[in-house]
């Protein structure tokens, strides 16, 4: 999807906001949230008290950040289960799109702005605001698709010249340099010393811990 955003946080006047959004859309739709990177969560856990406080929750349904599964090898080897953002600095808010609804969003600590299409200033210089735009209902199906069906990424701190040793495997208790990292397979080649010669071998990220 087409990520637009500004970093504006002046608010727009109430009588602009009337003539771009309609009060209490009968279909929630879902919208994109650009946030301060790293506040994805932090974003979620105050707009979903601000939506209790404000008494919004008739016009704010869901926050979710899409995230898909990750496995992180750790330096001795072994895998630990983990969730990577597919869209990091982004959060998704299911709403009935209203000024007051809009404003409790924007409003949100660390929240920069929608999605959406930028307007232009009426009068005078500088920018204008984003008019919200929602997300069409087969970019939401696919996002939520590709949370649900996506391969676990593995993820790996190791990196071409660093130095490794095997601990499973045929090669168990070989050490070697790594020579190529394919994270997309979970895999990495290694030199490892057989037989007196270099030999280039293909072994799991799993069957390998780096030397310090």
């Not at 984003?130 to 990196?159: D, G």
Request: aromatic share 6%; glycine share 6%.
């Amino acid at each position: 999807m087409t990520f637009a955003s500004d970093d504006s946080h002046n608010t727009p006047q109430r009588s602009d906001m009337e003539e771009e959004t309609t009060k209490a859309s009968v279909t929630p739709r879902w919208y994109a949230v650009q946030v301060a990177s790293g506040c994805e969560k932090r974003v979620k856990a105050n707009l979903e008290q601000r939506i209790q406080t404000l008494d919004v929750a008739d016009r704010i349904f869901q926050i979710e950040i899409p995230q898909s599964a990750a496995v992180k090898i750790r330096k001795d080897g072994s895998r630990q289960q983990t969730d990577e953002k597919i869209f990091p600095g982004y959060v998704l808010v299911q709403m009935a799109m209203d000024d007051e609804s809009w404003q409790v969003v924007k409003n949100t600590p660390h929240v920069i702005n929608f999605v959406g299409a930028e307007q232009k200033r009426r009068y005078g210089r500088g920018r204008g605001h984003v008019k919200p735009v929602p997300l069409s209902h087969s970019e939401v199906e696919r996002i939520f698709r590709q949370r649900e069906e996506a391969e676990p990424v593995v993820k790996t701190h190791l990196a071409p010249g660093e130095k490794i040793e095997v601990v499973s495997g045929p090669f168990k208790e070989f050490d070697g340099e790594v020579i190529e990292v394919s994270p997309e397979r979970s895999k990495l080649k290694a030199l490892l010393s057989i037989f007196g010669r270099d030999t280039p071998v293909e072994l799991e990220f799993n069957q390998v811990r780096k030397l310090s």
